[in-house]
């Protein structure tokens, strides 16, 4: 089964992201900051990772860079989820090393289509 982490500080977005995930037969975790995140992936790294980009204690992309200095065998995918809409966040992310960008609020089409687009699916 494929598995997916999500990180988001808020729980309503974690919600509905695992519902449709689950609905696309993922094995979910959640996370609420990049902290967190980090820890779960060093600990077993999923196949993709729904990153939000602000939140507490770890933002989405200083867990992206601290994610790339591990030593992990396989590195998961990156789909950045966030309400930063701006060409420039976009560029950011991909050159920070994410996969994918999704802007929020998304439906169960749109996030299906940017799995498949990673590669995930």
Not at 110 to 119: A, D
């Amino acid at each position: 089964m494929k598995s997916c982490l999500v990180v988001d500080d808020s729980k309503v977005i974690r919600q509905v992201a695992r519902h449709i995930l689950e609905t696309l037969r993922f094995e979910v975790r959640e996370a609420c900051d990049g902290r967190q995140a980090l820890d779960s992936c060093i600990a077993s790294p999923p196949d993709v990772v729904l990153l939000d980009w602000n939140m507490p204690v770890m933002s989405g992309m200083d867990f992206l860079r601290a994610l790339h200095a591990t030593d992990l065998p396989k590195r998961p995918k990156i789909v950045f989820c966030t309400t930063e809409n701006g060409m420039a966040h976009i560029r950011a992310a991909i050159e920070a090393g994410a996969d994918e960008y999704v802007m929020k609020p998304f439906d169960r089409e749109t996030l299906e289509s940017k799995l498949q687009i990673v590669g995930i699916d």
